[in-house]
Nanobody, 125 residues
């Protein structure tokens, strides 16, 4: 089993930045890809970014491309999501996800078999 714990959420004004962290524990070596999703009230969960753990290939949703950056620190078994130029519409619960499968589309929820509990991000205007 793999456990994911997110941190770094909070409240920020529009234009500000936050960095989310996702620490993985358990059978970390089994992981192939990690990603970030978010869900705003009344909306479906949407993918933001994903990264292949070995190889570093990254993908981004168009809505965050150029503003958000996914990165990893192998020594800390942690994946980060750096969020810049935040907008009120970025307000949501942010989730970290991980997959042990080396197949599946990075942007689909069903690709991921491990999920964190989420961390709230609130952006005020």
């Amino acid at each position: 089993q793999v456990q994911l714990v997110e941190s770094g959420g909070g409240s920020v004004q529009a234009g500000g930045s936050l960095r989310l962290s996702c620490a993985a524990s358990g059978y970390r070596s089994s992981l192939y890809r990690m990603g970030w999703f978010r869900q705003a009230p009344g909306k479906e969960r949407e993918v933001l970014a994903a990264r292949v753990i070995r190889g570093g290939n990254t993908d981004y949703a168009d809505s965050v491309k150029g503003r958000f950056t996914i990165s990893q620190d192998n020594a800390k078994n942690t994946v980060y999501l750096q969020m810049n130029s935040l907008k009120p519409e970025d307000t949501a619960m942010y989730y970290c996800a991980a997959s042990g499968r080396n197949f599946g589309y990075w942007y689909l929820e069903e690709t991921y078999n491990y999920w964190g509990q989420g961390t709230q991000v609130t952006v005020s205007s």
